[in-house]
């Protein structure tokens, strides 16, 4: 009965398919994880705005010609180097810096955004979802290093859904049919398909040699094959080829992207550098990367960890205050300072950073330490309540937090 009842439409190709999601559920699930899995990914690429209003501009253009065009399609530029892009249910597109600086010209940003389109609006998401093929997300920049044991399990709720939804891998049945129709937009909206082949192409070539941030990034979650070029090839071949390329416009509008390259190459450095235990040599490097582009919020929360590393607590506050000043919103941010801000014994400042940074992103770790705060403050209930909240995850932050909550309710 289950199986007859949920048995629904793909409205891109038509098929029958499972449909235990109804579309209202897909089109909140999609706006309620859009800004937390934005910055469990890096955030929003502020320093650039007019980066994102073209990128904005490219996807819409796209989006009016999908077999979806109603839905509240929605695009965003990630302030990430990985090389990724990715879409949550009801149309919630990102796409990370790191890729755009690999692109020649607008085709092939509008190929791979057409990609995601298609991911949206043939609910690929959503089957996912009810297949069960989600994966253990952590959390990028939480730690110097995404291994970092201490971070992991650290997302609560529906961000950690989130960002499993965008970091879980497609399998080839979806990515060939992204690539299928997401050419199909290509031709319908005006832009050259080859350029579609093209980047698949260099794909593949960059995942046989295992190129780094890739193999992290876009071939995590979107592998390549020589399968997907040949049936572009053949796509192409019978659509014919020809379009808008738009390799000067593109040019343009990623000039500031390009010049201030450095900058980032600088902050990754030195987050390699630390991961390394090099601390003085990280900070060296990003010290680099804020002479370049100093109002980059990611910049000062990097240093600021490096500084606490190197036991410097009052340094780390200086940065953390200006990294939250830059982009107040960003979570991470908030939840660094809150932290730092706790091991100087500044209650207030604690209480107030972590609590702003669970409004956005909750996560286990402030949970844990918002009980903290409430005992040393003698607010047992209150401690109570956070430790317990603490203690739903998983691994030594919910092991510390069910200790504490024992000790209170002994």
């Not at 939480?142 to 950690?160: E, H, K, V, Y």
């Not at 050259?192 to 995942?207: G, N, R, W």
């Not at 390549?224 to 053949?234: C, G, I, Y």
């Amino acid at each position: 009965m289950l199986l007859l009842t949920g048995c629904a439409v793909n409205p891109v190709t038509g098929e029958k398919q499972l449909s235990l999601i109804g579309e209202s559920q897909e089109l909140a699930l999609g706006a309620e994880q859009y800004t937390p899995t934005q910055q469990t990914q890096g955030g929003q690429f502020y320093v650039d705005p007019e980066l994102t209003l073209y990128v904005r501009e490219v996807g819409q253009k796209m989006a009016r010609v999908s077999d979806r065009p109603d839905l509240p399609y929605e695009f965003v530029v990630l302030n990430s180097s990985v090389p990724n892009a990715w879409a949550l249910p009801g149309g919630k597109i990102a796409i990370n810096r790191g890729l755009l600086v690999k692109f020649d010209d607008e085709a092939q940003l509008a190929s791979v955004l057409g990609h995601e389109i298609v991911h949206a609006a043939a609910r690929h998401s959503v089957q996912r979802m009810q297949q069960g093929m989600l994966i253990n997300a952590g959390v990028a920049g939480l730690g110097f290093a995404l291994s970092d044991s201490q971070w992991s399990g650290l997302l609560m709720g529906g961000a950690a859904m989130g960002a499993q939804l965008a970091l879980a891998q497609y399998g080839q049945g979806d990515e060939l049919e992204s690539d299928h129709y997401g050419i199909v937009y290509m031709k319908k909206a005006g832009y050259d398909p080859q350029a579609a082949v093209e980047l698949q192409e260099i794909f593949l070539e960059m995942s046989k040699g295992r190129e780094a941030g890739f193999v992290d990034g876009l071939f995590a979650t979107h592998p390549p094959s020589s399968t997907r070029v040949r049936e572009n090839s053949k796509l192409v071949g019978k659509i014919g080829s020809g379009g808008y390329r738009g390799a000067d416009v593109y040019q343009k509008k990623t000039a500031f992207l390009r010049k201030v390259q450095p900058a980032y190459d600088a902050h990754d450095e030195a987050m390699k550098l630390a991961s390394d235990g090099d601390m003085n040599a990280a900070l060296t490097k990003v010290d680099e990367a804020i002479n370049v582009l100093p109002r980059e919020a990611m910049f000062y929360s990097l240093r600021g960890r490096i500084h606490q590393e190197l036991n410097n607590p009052d340094k780390a506050s200086a940065d953390f205050e200006k990294a939250v000043s830059l982009y107040p919103e960003m979570f991470i941010y908030r939840l660094h300072s809150g932290l730092n801000a706790l091991t100087l014994n500044n209650l207030s400042k604690a209480r107030e950073n972590l609590t702003r940074a669970n409004e956005v992103v909750p996560t286990s770790i402030a949970f844990l330490r918002l009980g903290d705060i409430a005992v040393k403050e003698n607010n047992r209930k209150e401690a109570i309540a956070y430790y317990s909240k603490a203690a739903e995850s998983s691994g030594d932050i919910a092991e510390e937090a069910r200790r504490k909550l024992a000790a209170l309710t002994q």
